[in-house]
C-alpha cells in the first residue's frame, strides 16, 4: 500500500490507497436440509487521487497489478470533475469494539447445531413449513493511508443468520423473513426465530376488511415504509442533487415530535460501529431528525465538500465503488406506551408486518404505495387474522405530521436500523374484497 | 486460465463432482449525476469458484480471488462438501463440449477512447438538462467484458466471451415537494454502436418526467388494466417466472402440488416461454453456468402448465430433463435455477381494440420494480393513463398493481398482437445482486386488478 502511495507522489497532488481482506464462512439449509457449505477469500485495493483538482477512482479485485491500478488512476483523474476535497490527517475517532476475536473460534459443528435448532424450533409451529437457514461469519481488515497523513487499519468480525419460512397450502403461501446480526455470536437468533413462530401462528387465521381509512400499525419491519423516505431524504447525497424533500428544511419540524432518528456508530456489538469511516474520517452519534425536526443530513468527504459542509464520518466504501454516504446504525427512539397498550387502544384497523415493493416507487418524494405480503386485521383491541390482497398508500410528508402513538418495544430490522412500533391515526387501505 | 492446470486440479479432486468458474472482468463507468461528473473510472476483477459435491455430504464451495494456490481451493471445496449431511445429491446426465465463445462485437468498445464515452453520455445528460424543470439527472454509461473459464470433471471445458454494454437514463422533475423521475435505459450483449442515437430516449424521459408532475396521482380501486408490453414482461418475469423455476417446488410437496403440470393457469390465448438461445439478448448464452446446453422452454402452453426451469439437480430430483436455466450472478455465488429471456408470445388482439371496450379503466406503462411473495405479487409502473370510455385519457402517476397470480393470470382476457421485448432487466434472486435477464411481452389486458391509490 506504501508503494503505491509513494508510486503516487509527484503524479498527483493528494492520494489514497484503501485494501480489504476478507474471509469468511456460510453454511446453508434449504427446505429443512442443510445443502452447503462456502469458504470465501475476497481481496482489493482502491484508489483515489487528485489530479488538478480532478478527483479520479480505479479499483481492482484479486492480484493487484501496481503499474495498471496507477494507469488506470489518472486516467480517470483526466477527464473527472473537479471536487475541492482534503483528505483528513490522523485523527482520533471514538473508541469502539468491532473484533470479537473469539468468533474465529467458534467451531464449524457449533454452525450446523444453530442452523438444525432453529429450523426444529420453527417446525414445532408449523410442521409444513420449509425453511431456509444461512448463517455466515466474517473476518475482515481494511488498510487506509492517504497522502495527509492517515495510515489506519481496522478488524471487523461479523456475525449474521437470515431465516426464511415458506408455507404453502393449496394457493395459500406464506413466505417470512428474518435476521440477526452483530460482531459475535450471540444468541440474538433465539428471538427472530421466536419472532417468526409467532407470525406463523398469527398468520394461521384469516381475517377480511372492508376498504377505507383507518388507523394503521406498523411493526419494526413493516415501518420500513415511513423510514426509507427519511433515510433517502437525509443522504448527503440526495440533499447535495437537491432531490431530498428536506434539503432545504434544516432546523424545520418535518414531523410529529414523536419521530427522533439516530445514526449512531458507537453502538457495542453492531457491525456498523467503528472509530473512523471508510475515509479516515472519525465517526460521531447524532440525530438526523430530532422530536419531529430536520436535524442533520449524512455526508461522506464528497458531498461535503461540494456543499460546503464537514464529514459527518458517514463515508462508506466496498472496494469496487468510490466511498458513499451510508447510515452507521440507524435508531429510530422508542416511546413510552407498550404494545399492548397501543393494541388496546384500536377499535378497528390494520397491523403491517411486511410489505412488498419498497423502495420501487418514487420514494424520494415521500410518496409510497405498497402491496401488504403479511397484514393482520385488528378489531377491538386484538388481532384476529392475516389478511391479504391489501395495499397501503400515502405520503410521509403528510402522514407523519401525526403520529398517534410509538412503543416502547424496538428490534432490529435486516440488521440495519432499530425501530419500535408506529401507529398512525389514518391511512387509506385499499382492498379486493 | 491455465487450462492443463484446471484440468490437472479437476483429476486430483476426491469429490464425487467438481467444477470450476473463473472470470476475469474489466469494468469502464462513466455517471452523471445531475451537471456533475459522478465517476468516469476503470476497474478490473479476477476470481473463481470452485464447486465441489460429495454424494455422502453435500455441496462445498470456495471462491477466492487469487488464482495462486487452485489445489488450496480445490481441498477447501471438497472439505466443505465433506461436513455437509443432506439426502444424496444427483445430478441429471449432460452430454459436455468443449467449446470457445468469442464476442462478435460491431464496434468493440474496448477501443473506444473513453474521452469518446465520456462525450456521449455527456449528450445524453445535456439533453435532460435541457428540460426545464428536470432539477436532477443519472446519465450512466457503463461497458463490462467478462472472460469466463468453465470447466468439470465430467468433461466440460468453456471459454466464453460476455460482452455488456449499457445506457441508463433517468430525470428527475420538481415542482416544490413535488418530486418527479422518469427512466430508460438500453444494455445488450453487443458492440458500442447500440448505444448510439438514443437521443430520442433522452427527450422522452426528461419529458415524461416533466409530465408526471402535473399527473394527478390514480384513484386506488379495482379496474380493467392495459399493461404495455414492458409492464407485462416484467409481470410475467416476477409474479409467474420465479414460479416455474424448479428450485421452488423440488423440495415442497405442497408447492408441487400447486405448480402440477398440466393445471390451467390461464386462458388458452396465454403462452410463456423461456429462451437462453434467442440472439442479441441479456439472458442469452450458449451454455448455462454448468455447461448445460440452453434452450427454449415452454412453462405455459395456451393458458395450460406445460414446463419449468431446471438445474441438474433439481432436473434429477424431479425426474425431469434439464433445461439449462442454471445460472450464478459471478463468481462468487453457485449456479442456481433462473429465467433468461422470458416472454408472452403473441396473441392476436390489437391495441386500439383492447381498449375500446374499456369505459373505465387504467393502462399502465414502463416497470419501476415488481415484487412478488409467490401468490402475491406487487409492480409499480413508471406511469399510466387513465381509459375513458374507450379512450386513452389523463396521465397518471404512482400506479401500483397488486394482486394474487392466480386469479390475475385467470383475468387476462386479451393478448395483444405486438410482442416487443426489453432490455434492461436485471433479476434479483438469491445472493449477489442482479443478474442479466431481458423480458418481452405484447399489450395484455387483465380484468379487475387493485390499483393502491391514496
New interface residues.
Partial sequence: MQDILTALRGKTEQAEVYSLEEESTL?SF??N????????????TALRGTVNGRL????????VAKE?LIN?LL??AQ???KVPISFPSATPGPEVTTYDPALADVP?SRL?EIGREIIATLLEADT?A?IGVDIERGLTQWSLCNSAGTQTSRKTSSFSISISV????????L?IYDWVNGISLTDAYREAVQRLGAKIELAKKSASLV?GRMPVLFSPTGGLVLALPIMQATDG?SVQ???S?MSDRLGQTVFDRKITLWDDPTLVGRPGSGSHDGEGVPCRRKALVQQGTCNSFLYDLKTAA?MGAQSTGNGARGI?S?PYPSPSNLVMEAGKSSLPEILAGIKHGLLVEFA???????T????F???L??AYVIESGEIIGRV??V?????I?EDLREVADVSQESDWVYGQIRMPYILLPEL?V???S | MDRDRIQSALRASRADYTEFRSETRQVTRIVY??R????????????GIVRALVRSG???????????NLEHRFD??YE??R?????PINLAPVTFAHDEIRATLGTDFRQIP??QK?GLIESYNDILLSFGRV??TQAVYMDEFITLTYANSEGAFIVEERPMVTVYLVA?A?EG?????AADGLSVPAGYEHVLGMEETARKVAQRAVDLLSAE?VV???YPVVCDPKLSGVFIHEAFGHLSEADFVY??P??Q??MVLGRQFGRDILTVVDDGGLPGMRGTHRYDDEGTPTRRTELVRQGVLTGRLHSRETAARMGEAVTGNARATGY?Y?PIVRMTNTFIERGQTPFEQMVSDIKLGVYACDA?????????????AGYGYMIRDGRIAEMV??V?L???L?STLQKIDAVGDDLTFSHFGMCGKGQGGGLPVSTGAPHVRIQDV?????
Wanted: with cysteine; hydrophobic share 35%; proline share 2%.
Fill in positions: 453454511i434449504e427446505a436440509v442443510m445443502k452447503s457449505a462456502r469458504v470465501e477469500q475476497k481481496q482489493g479520479g477512482f480505479t479499483a481492482a479485485g484479486g492480484n495498471k488506470n486516467a480517470s477527464y473527472a470533475d464449524f450446523v409444513d420449509k415458506e408455507r404453502v397450502r393449496g394457493d395459500d403461501v413466505l376498504a447525497k442533487r437537491g432531490i424533500p461540494l469496487f468510490p412488498l415493493g419498497l423502495g420501487q416507487g418514487n424520494i418524494s415521500g410518496a404505495s405498497n402491496t405480503g403479511l391479504k390482497d395495499s397501503l398508500a400515502g405520503n410528508y387509506n385499499t382492498c379486493k | 449525476l445531475g456533475r461528473l459522478e465517476t468516469v473510472d476503470t476497474i478490473s476483477d479476477e476470481g453435500g455441496w462445498g464451495l470456495s471462491t477466492f480471488n487469487s488464482l495462486d477447501q471445496a466443505s462438501a461436513v455437509v449431511q443432506t439426502d473513453l474521452a465520456k432539477v436532477d428527475t420538481r415537494s413535488n418530486v418527479q423521475r396521482t386506488g380501486g379495482v423440495a415442497n405442497q408447492a402440488e400447486m462468487r453457485p419501476i420494480g415488481g415484487q412478488t411473495m409467490l401468490e402475491n405479487f406487487s409492480f409499480s402517476k404512482d401500483v397488486s394482486g394474487n392466480f387493485v390499483i393502491g391509490g391514496r
